[in-house]
């Protein structure tokens, strides 16, 4: 992994290509290639010096897999590749795609017909008809966009990941506790919709940037206002759905100045928190051996134990 | 209702008896009855000055519901039922027990029998052995125990309605999110133990105090404690559930000195969390007309809204 | 005034009406009007019980200024008038309106015409446009809606006196501080748009209620929300003012999930404190002797002093 | 600047001479030179090894201009100047001395007569002597003191800036909130009056450090007991003055362990915070492009955008 | 006691004369004395409308401890005595004027004796100079001043109580942890000496009050200003005994904006912490029975319990 | 001291052994030694190539005090020696061994009879036993225990020198502060004993770690279970001591889920605050010189002076 390579080392592995640029030295004019490589740990810069000796076949593209070796050197305090051979990878190389660019487990494909028939089953009209025009406006997006910026769900496709997964959960407990499904459902949707405009990524999710605008509002503000642009909706449910989506956070420090004041809200709010409580343990225990303590986990605020049971 | 007598009012209605005691006048040296009558909104002493002409038929014991044709008074400050007649309820009286005596909607036996279920269902033996040892050690309590003092399930069964309705929880996030199915159960029926020696409570429920350990130590340190007695518990499996019952108030602001450090001990935070908050939503959502705003909500620190749709 | 009336006293005073309404006793069916008097102090309920004895003259309307000669009374632990006599107040009588229906100091008309001077000199065309629309679309609600519920200029046109306040004192500040005019005006102009939804007000201002969506959303989220219904507004300048709603209260405890981010946006945040402040001092010191300490100020959360010099 | 040269670079350009002293190599007993030069980024220190060969005319004195010469290399993990040629900047070169030593941007006689101005205009005689008496003792230090170790006005003359900018605000707030002016002024001119003895600073307000009884008291304690030493004030005005010093911080976390309780004292307060936020927010936003945002902003604790407008 | 009396009530009891007046009837111009008794749960006012029938032997005088038979009325809301008799207490009257005038237990002239071995102890001639400079100047005022206004030796001679205690305790623990015992005993001496101007009372100490400079200032910065006026004390222990009363309540909260620098100044807070603690504990324990609760205690923020052993 | 040493350094002195191992070169398969050596600063890893000519006399054993001769290198990032010359110190050597292997200054032994004779002296039967019955079941533990990980105490009996300081304290002051002397004696000998099992330490109490259990449930939970184990405690006296373990940090933040509510658990928490106090500010002082001030010093969050008297 990227993350572990150490200076004076040589590498061979798969990466994804980020960026790739063809340049000129300054006094030899000689062309080179200049590329940013990343896999699920990180990225790093690389160096093709003499392209037509270290190039194999085509030239790759962004978003190509690649397969490299090279020496790691340091270059003014930062790692760099010195590559010596570089070809896209085949179908007859064995690498873990998923390793290499994160993304959700299950096809984003499948994860949009789930939350789709969820809206459809959404018997209030009005509620539905907002849930549909939104997934619909934002269809091309959400194949793709990531949940958060680093934490839960910074990956290809997270958004899709935790909408969807918190409507099936949805769906459990409202046969348990009662509660009205068709607001729960729509406020599960539209809850993080204000992230669509606050994160920005590139086409493969993994330079992951706040916009501006999600800087100066928040995606709970810019979720806010953009539920004043769905169109047919009265106000008791656009003020509903207003509500859930800036509750969602419940306290004040964590982005939500007023605290759920019914049911579905409340629900809405516990939902997205046992969500992203539930990926986060997930992510750091899986490192973890059996009997073992984790030191301080960021996301978590606290060091992680994986029982010997 | 008790809550909403006023002075010099006349009022027929049924409460239960809590406390019945005969007296004598102190200068008269006329024998009278000495009351504590209750309903689901409170209490209130009365006093019967003539019993021959009072009581219908036999003298009511404690537990009993009565009906009640009485006067209100202040007295010293408080209000008191000057009592003109008074009978034991029969089947042929239409009123809601429930109203009287705050109870579990469920009966208690058949709760007893879900929690004994699960118990049976935990594959680990240790584990399972641990949780049937403590249901049986504490059966006869876990029938009518509170789950709290004024807050969530703070009534006759509570307790056991509380730890069912987890467990029902339970069993239905597991199929979505993986985790140690028999170390969540027994956390679940164990992470409350505590409870039983922190709240004293009369046959009836209704006056829950805490105990003097209960002030002293709270529920979690009495848990804590009451795992040791547990008999033929290795001290991994006593240390991961001691944890569970440790965390599962999350902060140190609310009791929990350490944060869940694993996902099974963070899932019954959120399911406590979760059976309280939706208990609390239901209890103070239903007596508000749709689109009503409440007052501040006591347990909730909110403003509660009914919404209309 | 109403504040201090006591049981069994006899009052002569100025009032205003808020509610009146012809009625008839339950038993005799004879008709007595039911009144909701009021002054700068607070309200009382009043009872004419024979009508055409006690007023003098029209039946007055709600808002009328009536003199009234009244017994007070107790009933069900409020305290009640029994009207005596009542005639509307005429040009002779000497009274001060400004202490029975609370106003801003200024007319209304004249501090719309500062806020309009203002909104006028801004020399960005769409920040104009943006405030002129603004102004126009709610200049009927704004010549009489207070600024807050219960603390600063709680009262008759306090919205504009707050505004106006505030933009006179930009004026100044910007001599000194370099910034942008034109961002700090429009900022100021809309800053608290939202609360012309968030509160309720009856016609004198006096009964000022949270609506239900004041309740759901605050005053801020309503404005963010409302500037999406601006026309013609490019996306820059539309965030760059929602930014500045969104933070001018600073904290999140204040209602703020953001701080402000540029120079404008803090001035604001810092022109709204000083104004409330400066409000809220001046109300609190007047009724302070030289040298005297008040009790704990709520608004303030601290004790005020009256300085001898 | 200082703060941007690195390890085996060149450099040519002025700085200024904090410290300067002639040394003698331990082995070879040659005479060598040992210098700190600064910049308004930062310091360095300096090696002449031989004197004769690279000193061009006079050797420099502390507080002098030089044009320096030099190898930037590393000793011992620091960067060092091995200075090739130095010699005293004259008035032929061009340089900004204000980016050298970094000043308030006034002339300190221009503002020493501004604050003169201010204190003679206090009508009350009292208050007058007072700001006259503790002007004229510290006449001296004030030319050239900080108001700050690290943050706003941490540079030479910055004291006496804070306070003119603060004075001239004032004058204009005063046109709109009514206020008692002499009280006013002469809280401006006394409430930092504690930080000529908390902070100590070299001639050029460089190094600028937290004396002893600066660290054990502070600027708020030190400028309170201060005004014991303030001839013929009455205690009431010097209780005034030393509330308004005491609370001029708002907050027992920002080290003022009153609140203010007179208008006077809550206007000095929200003038300090807002001519340092002010500060703050230009000297960031100076750096920025338009559009651009920055990185998390140490002295505003939050990141900070520059407007396209 | 005074607050247990009860409307309608007659009592029979010793109380002391906090004020007596001499006024008249309005209409018949009859003469009569108007009373406030207190002891030590409260006082009340009382009325001797019969001058000549009620009063037995001499009129009592302010201070004096007088033998009361009353009635008890209300009037406008609160309770009064209607005086049938009363005499100023004689020595062969069984009181405990403990109990009626609450003091410190040892007589005010031995704990000053013990105040002033101490102070002549300090080895250090600066130190002890100082401390023997302000018992003298204060030494009226210290023989009765309470040590604070509602907690901990609120009552006559309650500063002296707690100085000596801490410097007896102080005296113990120097045994045990080095440290400066001269620092520490001026430390104790001067910790609380702004109290002396913090606080008013009269003369029998019973109704303490912020004074006005109290409220401005608060205690230790009234402290600090005083070790301003201290004659030949050079400024190092100066510094150090003003960082000792800045610091002794160690949290910005609790007012000392800087916490203990020196070891010294560490132990002056937490014995001043153990005093009060202590006291509070033994005053709230004593009414309890073993093995029982109190109900929240407001000093100390908690219940408080009587162990059985 | 092995904190201090510099890459390319040679050294002469005198380290414990922590480790030592004979191992062989991969691929020369010479045998040479790998140690870990440790004095009071800290430790570090070296190498013995040679063992012959490197050795003098014995190979030294774990716990051993030996005198090296080496050189450091880096070696991946960390410093590491490479030994010239190594042997066992002899009683001709002149080296402290308390800043070699750091430990509590009065030894084990003593301390241990301290605390029996306290435990000895308790007069009430049943605190007797279990005081005397936990400190038989943990005598070999207690004489090297450390009391901390990186604060307090965290050395060499430690822990013994912390309870056995307390009760020293304890007694000096039960002599001024009334309280029940056997239950503040017990409480201090049980307060941390469950420091026993959350902190694991190798002999030479250097590396201290916490152990699992002691992160899953911390000192203070570990303490009120080993209580449940203490045989023939009637449950009053349990509950108590269970009392006063568990509030003895007072603060939720700090552990203690509920303060302190009897007189002994107070003086306990207070008695535990000072010793850690004393302890720190002792430590922190005495590298300072008179006059001088440290920077923040991590134990106390605070700088500290050294007083100049």
Not at 49 to 65: K, R
Not at 188 to 198: A, T
Not at 277 to 297: I, N, Q, Y
Request: aromatic residues 6%; glycine residues 6%; contains cysteine.
């Amino acid at each position: 992994m990227i993350s572990e390579l150490q200076k004076e080392q040589t590498v061979i592995g798969f990466f994804a290509v980020k960026e790739i640029m063809e340049k000129e030295t300054r006094e030899t004019r000689k062309k080179y290639l200049d590329l940013t490589l990343l896999d699920g740990s990180g990225q790093i810069n690389g160096k093709v010096w003499d392209i037509a000796d270290v190039i194999q076949g085509e030239i790759p593209g962004v978003g190509d897999i690649v397969k490299v070796d090279a020496l790691v050197q340091e270059y003014r305090g930062s790692l760099q590749l010195k590559v010596n051979k570089l070809r896209k990878a085949t179908d007859a190389d064995s690498y873990e795609k998923q390793k290499i660019i994160p993304a959700a487990p299950a096809p984003a494909e499948q994860m949009l017909e789930t939350i789709l028939r969820f809206a459809e089953e959404i018997a209030d009209q009005p509620l539905r008809a907002a849930c549909l025009h939104i997934i619909h406006k934002y269809k091309g997006q959400i194949m793709t966009h990531p949940a958060a910026k680093t934490r839960h769900h910074s990956y290809k496709s997270g958004w899709l990941q935790h909408v969807t997964t918190m409507l099936l959960v949805a769906e459990k407990l409202t046969t348990i506790y009662s509660c009205n499904k068709d607001l729960l459902y729509a406020g599960i949707i539209f809850h993080d919709i204000g992230k669509l405009q606050e994160l920005k990524s590139d086409q493969l999710c993994v330079g992951i940037e706040y916009s501006t605008v999600g800087e100066l509002l928040g995606h709970i503000s810019l979720g806010l206002a953009e539920m004043e642009t769905v169109p047919n909706l009265d106000s008791q449910r656009k003020h509903l759905l207003q509500h859930m989506i800036l509750s969602h956070h419940e306290n004040p420090e964590w982005g939500s100045p007023v605290k759920p004041m019914f049911k579905e809200a409340e629900l809405l709010h516990l939902l997205d928190l046992m969500d992203t409580r539930m990926f986060d343990f997930e992510k750091c225990t899986k490192p973890l051996e059996k009997g073992a303590l984790s030191g301080k986990v960021y996301e978590l605020d606290r060091k992680i134990y994986n029982p010997l049971i």
